[in-house]
């Protein structure tokens, strides 16, 4: 049955609309009983069957047992109740292939009486494609999460039974080795998603990849943190702004809308390694923007005498247990639900590689660093 003449004998009005919209959607019409009336040329291409095959069939044809008989159920009713229905739907093609299609489902009325249904859909075979791929590589990356917290864990015991610094180095170049590759794996896959292929993503799976993408991030640096405390490298001092070092260390702090990190005013000069330095304040006020839980501020204040610089970051959070606050540097120890327990053993290392000395204290919590101006 050739299209003109199919819309001449329903009867309905749309072959200007037909020539641009049928031309790049999946077009099909039923009568009420479900009974295929029209097909366009791309229901056809996609499906695989001729127009022929398909007019006087049902749509059952396509059935591809991907969906439960109360999914049909719901979608019946609600056409049959002169409603539109919208939603996704897995189709056989006659070569055994499957495909989705994005669809709407119109009825059509004569007399408040349902005479036809007219679906028009578009292909999204390739957007589930990428869904599962995402599926995918999000089981990937927490099978790789449940490795290296058993690996810690393994390593955790090992150390409080015996020489936990040298234990250490020897988890960090497994860490390295067994870690490294498949994370990277996991991280070249996230990045062939490229911005034209996210652009079609609904928010629902794009807000999955990012989370990929972070996941991934933190678990590198998981294992920066392990590698960063087993090897020791020179310290690299040079006259340095205090002020400027902190501006950058704040940038890589993640904070919300209900914190403030309140800086000092006056600079100061110190002969430091900056990088070093940056990764302790770094460290510190990410801690503290932490324990404050979306809400608080942070304090930075800084003094000297003749031969110190003396640091302090307070926050507004609820302190640190007493049990906890005499083991906060020591190494595999956090009172957090996330991380290594290395953050602080790392300040804790470069400031005494440079001669200066870190304590903490609580109400309010302030760790106190001091640092040799020269």
């Known amino acids: 049955m050739k299209t003109a ?34 097909v366009n040329k791309n229901f056809c291409k996609i499906s695989k069957y001729s127009e022929d095959e398909l007019i006087g069939e049902n749509h059952n044809i396509l059935k591809s047992d991907e969906h439960s008989p109360k999914f049909f159920e719901e979608l019946w009713d609600k056409i049959s109740s002169e409603k539109v229905w919208e939603g996704e739907i897995k189709n056989k093609a006659k070569d055994g292939s499957y495909y989705w299609v994005k669809t709407v489902i119109i009825p059509i009325t004569d007399d408040k009486i349902i005479k036809n249904y007219v679906a028009i859909q578009n292909d999204v075979t390739k957007e589930k494609q990428i869904q599962q791929r995402l599926l995918n590589m999000e089981d990937d990356l927490l099978k790789q999460n449940i490795t290296l917290l058993s690996e810690v864990e393994k390593k955790s015991a090992d150390l409080v039974k015996s020489e936990r610094l040298a234990t250490i180095g020897t988890m960090a170049s497994r860490v390295a080795h067994d870690l490294k590759n498949p994370l990277t794996i996991i991280h070249t896959y996230a990045d062939m998603l490229t911005p034209e292929i996210l652009s079609k993503l609904d928010s629902q799976d794009r807000e999955k990849w990012f989370r990929l993408q972070t996941s991934v991030l933190d678990m590198n640096r998981i294992i920066e943190d392990v590698l960063d405390f087993a090897r020791t490298t020179e310290i690299k001092k040079k006259k340095s702004s205090f002020l400027s070092i902190l501006r950058l260390a704040v940038n890589h702090v993640k904070t919300s809308y209900g914190i403030v990190i309140n800086l000092p005013d006056k600079d100061i000069s110190v002969k430091c390694d900056a ?100």
Do not use: W
């Open 5 to 38: 003449t199919a819309l001449k004998k329903l009867n309905l009005n749309i072959s200007e609309f037909e020539e641009r919209l049928f031309d790049h959607s999946i077009v099909g019409i039923t009568d009420n009983e479900g009974t295929i009336l029209y």
């Open 275 to 374: 990088r070093k330095i940056e990764g302790v304040m770094s460290n510190l006020l990410s801690n503290a923007v932490y324990s404050l839980d979306g809400q608080g501020e942070v304090d930075v204040e800084t003094s000297s005498d003749s031969e110190n610089l003396i640091i302090k970051v307070k926050d507004s959070g609820p302190g640190i247990p007493e049990n906890d606050l005499e083991r906060i540097f020591e190494p595999m120890y956090t009172t957090k639900t996330t991380g290594t327990g290395l953050g602080l053993v790392i300040c804790k290392s470069i400031v005494e590689q440079h001669g200066g000395t870190i304590s903490v204290s609580n109400k309010p919590t302030t760790f106190t660093i001091t640092l040799p101006l020269h």
